[in-house]
């Protein structure tokens, strides 16, 4: 579970925080280890456009959000 944290001040920072970055390298860690056994992820915090979000997750990049990492921890440990 490759895991990329990022931070953004303003929804036009986000493109690159978010898309042209964590979601790019989810794409390219698929390729490299296989869908059945990588679940590329981002963990946020700040200020990101929706659209921007929904690309990223169709770019198979799953997203937690830092001001609740409850659901990170409930995950990880449902994979022991």
């Keep these: 579970m490759p895991i990329e944290c990022k931070v953004s001040n303003s929804s036009t920072n986000s493109v690159k925080r978010l898309n042209n970055d964590a979601a790019a390298k989810?794409?390219?860690?698929?390729?490299?280890f296989g869908?059945?056994?990588?679940?590329?992820s981002?963990?946020?915090?700040?200020?990101?456009?929706?659209?921007n979000l929904e690309q990223a997750q169709a770019q198979h990049?799953?997203?937690?959000?830092?001001?609740?990492?409850?659901p990170l921890t409930a995950f990880i440990r449902s994979t022991g």
């Excluded at 989810?26 to 490299?32: M, Q």
């Excluded at 869908?35 to 590329?40: C, D, F, I, L, S």
């Excluded at 981002?42 to 659209?51: D, M, N, P, Y």
Aim: charged fraction near 20%; aromatic fraction near 12%; avoid cysteine.
């Design 61 to 70: 990049l799953t997203i937690f959000w830092a001001h609740n990492l409850d």
């Design 42 to 51: 981002a963990v946020l915090s700040g200020i990101f456009k929706t659209r």
């Design 35 to 40: 869908r059945g056994a990588t679940v590329p």
């Design 26 to 32: 989810a794409s390219a860690w698929i390729e490299e």
